[in-house]
């Protein structure tokens, strides 16, 4: 164990022992900014790949997507934002595909991990950062991507006990490990009516970061025009379910030991984030599976022209294309779901 997540146990088992028990959000937001920060978790020696690092074709059908929306409504100026960028790759990628359009926008990164944002300056040396929403530029329309940025954010989670539902909370287990048991403070009024009388146990969850984020970006892109792109995994209708996972080198692992050495995600809440956008003035379309969007938008086609260009590499193009694209690998799993400004363009790949 490094003493960095050494360091977070610690710290951790402190704040519980001097004012009791902590939120499972809490926890998740302490452990993931220790997490992202101390290095570069992704990529195969890493402990979880995405989307952008099996393939450039995944960034480069995003920068189409972006062009064909920019190409019909042309704004004088436009800004690229995308939040949680990783190593840049998926911005490299959808930027290069930008320019053949001759798109060249100024790049914005919300990201707040300093191992992180070293490695996007390398992948786009021109961006700017960002610590968090306030600073982004408010002269232009935005077009903002997110992939597997939501399913890092901490949840809350709501079980249902003989005493109603209550808010689990995190505690001590021995000297190395966390528990999550039910908490003392009673939530019933954040339970959907559907799910109050569920089966004792089950659990619901709640991501206040992603609403709050989403509701302050659709008021920017209903005030200032744009679109927003959102990829990641979860549901598409409310519903029960405890997704808080955590995965290391490849492997789940146990969320509530390791803080900081795990990477902690959940799945995200579609339906919540759509409504928040459509609350907030915009129009939505999707959630669309990733593989359904990526076909619509020619990956196929792009797969053939770089495999008839990299011979050498036909077998793993092809590969790569299954793997974003295949309804027993990400195709289905992963979502995309799109909000834009009421007078912009409506975004290509949800089959409509
Ligand atoms: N989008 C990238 C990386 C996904 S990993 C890809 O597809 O490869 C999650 C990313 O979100 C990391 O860059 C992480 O540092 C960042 N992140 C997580 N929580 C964040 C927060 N609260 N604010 C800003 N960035 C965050």
């Not at 074709?57 to 949680?84: K, N, Q």
């Not at 232009?140 to 989670?157: G, K, M, S, Y």
């Not at 509530?256 to 902690?264: I, M, R, S, T």
């Not at 459509?278 to 379309?285: D, T």
Request: charge should be negative; proline fraction near 6%; charged fraction near 20%.
């Amino acid at each position: 164990m490094s003493s960095d997540s050494e360091e977070v146990s610690v710290r951790l088992r402190q704040q519980i022992d001097a004012s009791g028990p902590i939120s499972v959000a809490e926890y998740m937001r302490v452990a993931n900014t220790a997490y992202y920060g101390r290095a570069d978790p992704l990529g195969a020696d890493g402990d979880f790949i995405t989307a952008p690092e099996i393939s450039q074709m995944f960034g480069e059908m995003v920068g189409i997507w972006l062009s064909d929306i920019w190409l019909r409504h042309r704004p004088a100026t436009c800004h690229y934002v995308e939040l949680g960028p990783g190593r840049g790759t998926l911005a490299a990628d959808a930027l290069r595909t930008m320019r053949r359009f001759g798109w060249e926008p100024s790049v914005h990164f919300v990201e707040n991990s300093p191992a992180l944002r070293a490695k996007q300056l390398q992948a786009v040396p021109d961006a700017l950062f960002h610590d968090n929403l306030d600073s982004l530029p408010t002269d232009a329309p935005l077009c903002i991507v997110a992939n597997e940025f939501f399913d890092a954010l901490p949840v809350r989670q709501m079980v249902a006990t003989q005493a109603g539902w209550r808010e689990r909370v995190i505690v001590r287990n021995n000297e190395a490990g966390f528990a999550a048991i039910p908490g003392a403070t009673a939530v019933d009024d954040l339970i959907p009516e559907q799910f109050r009388s569920a089966a004792m146990g089950s659990i619901y969850e709640i991501c206040p970061d992603a609403s709050s984020i989403m509701h302050q970006l659709s008021a920017r892109l209903a005030k200032q025009g744009g679109v927003m792109l959102v990829i990641d995994y979860g549901y598409t209708q409310p519903a029960l379910g405890d997704t808080l996972q955590a995965v290391q080198g490849h492997q789940y692992a146990d969320p509530f030991n390791n803080p900081g050495q795990v990477d902690l995600t959940a799945h995200v809440d579609f339906f919540e984030l759509s409504n928040c956008a459509r609350n907030g003035g915009l129009l939505a379309v999707g959630p669309s599976d990733q593989g359904a969007w990526l076909s619509g938008l020619g990956i196929d086609q792009r797969a053939q022209i770089l495999a008839a260009t990299n011979p050498d590499r036909a077998g793993d193009i092809n590969a790569e294309r299954n793997r974003l694209v295949g309804p027993d690998a990400m195709g289905t799993l992963f979502k995309v779901l799109a909000a834009y400004a009421q007078d912009w363009p409506q975004p290509e790949g949800f089959g409509l």
